[in-house]
T-cell receptor
């Protein structure tokens, strides 16, 4: 089945620790995205990538880092510089054809220990 | 920065009624418009896309777009308890691959 796989489903971070969220897709999509969702709020864009080895900051990139070494994979690292990391993190992807929707993985819920 | 505003909820409707959700956007150059449904604790799921002025129907869902008024809406006919969810409006611009999302409208269908 084609889809977007995020792992883990739940993640706990200790103070001062970096953690990495995985996102893998087998849809052959070129563009991939990371969003953060806080309770009762909409989606805020962290980073996005339109092509391998290239990515751009979104609206709330501070405290996060990404890499895009393979078309299928777009991992997100939440660094210790992100002081309020507790949120629901969503990965999405889409084709680069015009006006196409984004499709989402199941999300990772990150909490602070 | 594109802004997307949705009517504040929560919206409570009786089973079988029509639920009407509204969305306005600030960027006149926007070309693609999407409605996502998000159940509590789950990820967003695409339910409708619309690109041209007018109505687009898919089952019990109808999306309406008016670019002159910068307005897009979603009607849910014959609302069912399974329609209880948060509905996110998303708008795409002409020159990038990003979407701007509204904060969402939570719909509760009363049995």
């Amino acid at each position: 089945d084609g889809g977007i796989t995020q792992s883990p489903k739940y993640l706990f971070r200790k103070e001062g620790q970096n953690v990495t969220l995985s996102c893998e897709q087998n849809l052959n999509h070129d563009a991939m995205y990371w969003y953060r969702q806080d309770p009762g709020q909409g989606l805020r864009l962290i980073y996005y990538s339109q092509i391998v080895n290239d990515f751009q900051k979104g609206d709330i990139a501070e405290g996060y880092s990404v890499s895009r070494e393979k078309k299928e994979s777009f991992p997100l690292t939440v660094t210790s510089a992100q002081k309020n990391p507790t949120a629901f993190y969503l990965c999405a992807s889409r084709t680069i054809a015009s006006n196409q929707p984004q499709h989402f993985g199941d999300g990772t819920r990150l909490s602070i220990l | 920065q594109k802004e997307v505003e949705q009517n504040s909820g929560p919206l409570s409707v009786p089973e079988g009624a029509i639920a009407s959700l509204n969305c306005t956007y600030s960027d006149r150059g926007s070309q693609s418009f999407f409605w996502y449904r998000q159940y509590s604790g789950k990820s967003p799921e695409l339910i409708m896309s619309i690109y041209s002025n007018g109505d687009k129907e898919d089952g019990r869902f109808t999306a309406q777009l008016n670019k002159a008024s910068q307005y897009v809406s979603l009607l849910i006919r014959d609302s069912q308890p399974s329609d209880s969810a948060t509905y996110l409006c998303a708008v795409g611009g002409p020159s990038d691959y990003k979407l701007s999302f509204g904060a969402g409208t939570t719909v509760t269908v009363r049995a």
